[in-house]
């Protein structure tokens, strides 16, 4: 499938299990790659590995990508590029984290222990396969947007959730005495490897992850081929992706972060940058008011042609273990 090389902003998603055993000293030489280069986006770094997602021109974002391929044991970055006509972040960031994705889970060693690897081109037979226990492994708000058909949904708001939300249904997911295999994915393809390699510490040795996530899966697999139902919730001004990587069609609520599709934003609750009809009892007039002013700036600095900061979008995945999506992303 090719990409539509004419749009002018290069988005490279990454990331890679790998051990820094001083990530703080990596941090600060990153941050300088990326301002010299000129790209935007945001980079986790952990005792685990990296994790990002940056934007720019292409020769911009290839020269990052050179410096983080050169960090150790990053040689072999997993990595998806996708397009967009537009700059999708605002600013430029390098973290230090804990974990370059959230489960809250100090025994999973990703480095050390994950499931086996599944190509977009043969996870159609995975799904396909009735003795196949197949789980989102997203979060909730991100599978409204679109799932593989056949996929259980965990419903879960965090990724720090989904160990509980496992261990409460292992007997009902895996039955007594079957022995199924279990196969996960996730947008970019850190938080289902992350999560094979919970299970794996739980037991369960037939587990497969899909490489490179959804979005891989969406840049390979011919749309009149898949077995893919909606869109792709992704972690930036994007919103959503379609098969090709294309942009998709939601909008996001500025108020919950929500993905709205269009009958949503038709819904008498959704008022633009200030409110949805899923958080439209969650918020009090109080926060109503000031996302009612920011919007009013947002609209005045999009009159004068700048981009205002309020119009960024708040780091979910640094809480919720996201790829910027990262998985990926901001979010694989």
């Not at 280069?37 to 590995?49: F, H």
């Not at 390098?94 to 959230?102: D, G, N, Q, S």
């Not at 489960?103 to 499931?115: H, L, R």
């Not at 002013?293 to 004068?304: F, H, P, S, V």
Request: proline share 7%; aromatic share 8%; hydrophobic share 35%.
């Amino acid at each position: 499938m090719t990409l539509p090389e004419h749009t002018p902003i290069k988005v490279a998603a990454l990331y890679r299990f790998t051990p820094f055993p001083e990530p703080a000293t990596l941090r600060d030489p990153l941050m300088a790659a990326c301002n010299e280069a000129g790209v935007k986006g945001t980079i986790l770094l952990a005792p685990e590995g990296i994790n990002g997602t940056i934007a720019g021109p292409d020769s911009a974002v290839d020269a990052v990508l050179d410096h983080i391929r050169a960090l150790p044991g990053c040689d072999k970055l997993e990595l998806k590029i996708s397009r967009a006509a537009e700059m999708p972040f605002y600013r430029m960031k390098v973290r230090l984290k804990k974990e370059i994705v959230t489960m809250g889970e100090p025994s999973v060693d990703p480095t050390a222990s994950v499931g086996r690897y599944v190509s977009p081109l043969e996870w159609n037979d995975v799904v396909a396969d009735p003795d196949t226990i197949l789980i989102d492994t997203r979060n909730d708000y991100e599978v409204a947007a679109g799932q593989f058909k056949g996929a259980i949904d965990p419903q879960t708001p965090s990724f720090r959730d989904f160990p509980k939300w496992f261990r409460e249904r292992r007997d009902e997911l895996l039955g007594q005495g079957k022995t199924p295999r279990v196969a996960m994915y996730c947008t970019g393809g850190i938080r289902c490897e992350k999560s094979t390699s919970f299970l794996r510490g739980e037991g369960v040795e037939d587990v497969v992850h899909l490489k490179g996530g959804i979005l891989k899966y969406l840049e390979t697999v011919p749309e009149d081929e898949s077995l893919w139902e909606g869109e792709c919730f992704v972690f930036d001004e994007r919103v959503t992706v379609k098969h090709g990587l294309e942009t998709g069609s939601y909008a996001l609520c500025r108020a919950c972060r929500r993905p709205l599709d269009e009958d949503a934003r038709a819904h008498p609750d959704y008022v633009e940058g200030i409110s949805c009809a899923g958080c439209i009892t969650e918020r009090d007039d109080e926060q109503r008011a000031r996302y009612a002013e920011r919007q009013r700036q947002e609209e005045l600095a999009a009159k004068r042609g700048v981009a205002h900061v309020g119009a960024v979008l708040p780091e979910r995945e640094l809480r919720d273990g996201g790829d910027w999506e990262s998985e990926w992303g901001p979010k694989f």
